[in-house]
Every structure is written in C-alpha cells, then in structure tokens.
C-alpha cells in the first residue's frame, strides 16, 4: 500500500461543474499537506497548502481530517485551464531526522467544454 | 526571475556513458532535491542536499551520485546509466531547512537509456 494514496483518474467533467478530489495518507506523523499541481510533462507548481481549518483560494477548497488521515480538494465552477494532474504531498519526519515530502501518484482531471 | 534550471531538458543515451545533468537555482535556497518521476509511481526522491557539502541519499539513490559544491547548484551524475533509469527527472529546491515551504521545481529533464 502507497504511503498517499489517490484515485488516478481520469475526472471527465463538463465546464462549470463542481469536482472533489480525496487523498489518504497513511504514516500519522505526517505534518505538513500540500496540494501541487502538474501539467502535461511540466514541473509540478505548489496550487495550495492545507491547513486543519481548511483554506480557500478563490474556487479552491482544500480541507484536512487528521483522525481520518485524508485531505480533500474541492475545485468548483471548473475551467478548461483547470485539467492538469493534481498532486497529493505530505511531508513528515524521514528515519535519518530530516523532514521528506511524499507525493501521491496524482489525480488526472480533464475539463471538458 | 526566481528559478530552478536543470539542464540537458532531453537526453538519449546507451548503457554505460556516464552524464551529468545540471540543476540550478537563484533564490540562495539551502535545500536541494533530486526526483524522478515514473508512470504509477509518482515523484520519489533520490538525492537530497541541506546545505554545501552536505548530501543524502532518499528513497531510491541506487545508480546516482551527487555533489553540492556551491549553494546554487546540484547536479546528478549517472556514472554508469542502465535502462531502469529511463525516467523523468526533476531538481527542486526550498528556502530553509523547515518542514513546510514550497518546493520549486525545475522543468523536468527527460532520460532514456537505450
């Protein structure tokens, strides 16, 4: 089993729509969660951190369940600029001491028009 | 502009030639990382580096060296390629050594090894 798990996808969804995305993550020492964004054979781009509030970035909501171990990204009034693979990042503390980020595989999201 | 500069972008080899594919960044960040990417696997470290001279190895460091000479640059070296290390690799980098920050990726360097 994957420490960060994600549905690879492909979402197929139409303009407008609304379109959520979930991640588990598997070590509880996990500290720091990221959503990253990649697009077609690009570098993945930090797209937002998640925090145990939840946090809102104009039409993106991410939100953190520590007891359940997942996050959650809710895009809505999705764009066509909005397809790319969505990347699952948790950082926690390495066996050498040092913190290591863990990126789940990706969520594929198409936006069709 | 704030960036992370990995050089050659695509390189075609056979087994055996060693290469070195540059990486570079100009924000003076202490932390450096080397990645490759593959197909149902995801992002998975290779190398790290905390500051000059000082590396370690990440999850599959297998095959790779590195060196951090300078700050501003990390370079990966195959010394002897294999096919298995067909791979997108990408260099990345953070300011300081906490444990939140956004990494900054470099555009990827696309390896085949025939």
């Known amino acids: 089993r994957k420490e960060v798990e994600q549905d690879p996808g492909p979402f197929n969804v139409p303009e407008g729509a609304t379109v959520a995305f979930n991640c588990t993550y598997s070590?509880?020492?996990?500290?720091?969660f990221f959503w990253y964004r990649q697009d077609c054979r690009k570098e993945p781009k930090l797209l937002m951190s998640?925090?145990?509030s939840g946090n809102e970035d104009g039409r993106f909501t991410a939100q953190l369940n520590r007891a359940s171990q997942y996050i959650s990204l809710l895009i809505r009034d999705s764009k066509l600029s909005d397809s790319a693979t969505y990347l699952c990042?948790?950082?926690?503390?390495?066996?050498?001491?040092?913190?290591?980020?863990?990126f789940g595989t990706g969520t594929r999201l198409k936006v069709l028009a | 502009e704030a960036q992370v500069t990995q050089n050659p972008r695509y390189l075609i080899t056979v087994t055996g030639k060693k290469l070195t594919v540059t990486c570079s960044q100009n924000?003076?960040?202490?932390?450096m990382s080397w990645y490759r990417q593959d197909p149902g696997l995801g992002l998975r470290q290779i190398y790290y580096?905390?500051?000059?001279?000082?590396?370690d190895k990440g999850d599959v460091p297998e095959g790779y060296k590195v060196s951090r000479k300078e700050k501003r640059n990390f370079p990966l070296i195959l010394e002897s390629p294999s096919p298995n290390q067909t791979s997108l690799y990408f260099c990345?980098?953070?300011?300081?050594?906490?444990?939140?920050?956004?990494?900054?990726f470099g555009e990827g360097s696309r390896l085949t090894v025939l």
């Open positions: 990345a980098s953070r300011r300081g050594l906490q444990n939140t920050g956004e990494l900054f």
């Open positions: 070590n509880s020492a996990s500290q720091s």
């Open positions: 998640v925090y145990s």
């Open positions: 990042v948790v950082n926690r503390r390495g066996s050498s001491g040092t913190y290591k980020y863990i």
């Open positions: 924000m003076n960040h202490e932390y």
């Open positions: 580096s905390m500051n000059v001279e000082v590396t």
